[in-house]
């Protein structure tokens, strides 16, 4: 999708972008828990899905692409929520390189 083909009305999905981060526990160790940093609306659409076979279980996984305003920062060891659903990110892109929109490849199903 061009960015010319985006506008804010197509944007109609609140979602968190999420990453994970550590928290020290006070006796050297510490813990970790996916933090929100950014909430964004999002055009949330499907493009293709599969199943695949992980620890003898048959998993489905589906693929996203995420359309939302440009923000910096956004990487590929983070995640996207959507409600209760939870969407891995495998690449960010920058449409046009003009700091507008970013395309979101992601994978449902294979977030934790």
């Not at 006796?27 to 970790?32: A, D, I, N, V």
Request: proline share 3%.
């Amino acid at each position: 999708m061009k960015c010319c083909d985006l506008s804010a009305g197509k944007l109609r999905n609140s979602i968190e972008i999420q990453e994970l981060t550590n928290t020290p526990d006070g006796q050297g160790g510490f813990s970790t828990a996916w933090t929100t940093i950014h909430t964004p609306n999002a055009m949330i659409k499907p493009v293709s899905g599969g199943e695949r076979m992980r620890a003898m279980q048959l998993n489905a996984t589906v693929t996203h692409r995420i359309y939302l305003r440009y923000v910096a920062g956004i990487e590929a060891d983070m995640r996207v929520k959507f409600g209760d659903r939870l969407f891995q990110i495998r690449l960010a892109l920058n449409l046009e390189e003009r700091n507008r929109w970013l395309e979101l490849h992601c994978e449902e199903g294979a977030a934790q």
